[in-house]
């Protein structure tokens, strides 16, 4: 017996569809704009972002020296009101202002000069006479002296206020800080 292949003369499949041919699908739609504009748009875009981020980045470097204070200072704040604690609030706080004056500016400075340079340089006037006795008589003090409660409060109050608000001039910037110039303000000098 030998096998015979039988020839299909009938299409093979659904009989309904018979005679209809497919349909050629367009190509998938893009996922960017097809207007070239919008290309510019998107580039502009991302360089922008990219500057915004690199200059929080920077300015994240700069004030690091903020966050590193305050931790000191929350250490200081464990200890009991003393004159020691209240001799290293004030190191602390000439050790910070050595990241943001030079040391010509702030070697010198004692009493009430020295804070009224502190006072100066934040928005609002932040140490009032209390604390500025405070830390100015810190030296002159016996151990067996007793602080105030609130006056040790006041103290670290007054002092993070000042370690937060206080402006970066930039004195010693581990990164310098970007800048781009103005084209307007570029104009208007030219035509004045």
């Known amino acids: 017996m030998t096998k015979e292949t039988v020839p299909i003369e009938m299409p093979f499949g659904n009989y309904a569809l018979e005679g209809i041919s497919e349909i050629n699908l367009p190509d998938p739609l893009p996922i960017l704009p097809l207007a070239p504009a919008w290309k510019y748009v998107f580039i502009v875009l991302a360089l ?18 903020r966050k590193q204070a305050l931790l000191k200072l929350e250490a200081i704040t464990q200890q009991e009101p003393s004159i020691q604690s209240v001799s290293a609030v004030g190191q602390l706080l000439k050790g910070t202002s050595l990241y943001v004056f030079t040391r010509e500016q702030i070697a ?3 009493g009430k000069a020295w804070f009224e340079q502190l006072n100066t340089q934040a928005q609002t ?19 067996q002296q007793a602080i105030s409660t609130s006056q040790w409060q006041a103290l670290i109050e007054q002092t993070t206020n000042w370690i937060k608000t206080h402006p970066y001039t930039g004195v010693k910037p581990l990164v ?5 110039a103005n084209p307007f303000l570029a104009r208007g000098q030219k035509d004045a």
């Open 48 to 65: 922008w972002l990219f500057y915004v981020a690199v200059k929080k980045t920077v300015y994240w470097l700069n004030n690091r020296y």
């Open 125 to 143: 006037p932040v140490f009032d006479e209390s604390s500025q006795t405070l830390l100015g008589a810190s030296l002159y003090m016996r151990d």
């Open 108 to 110: 010198s400075l004692t």
């Open 176 to 180: 310098n800080p970007i800048k781009l």
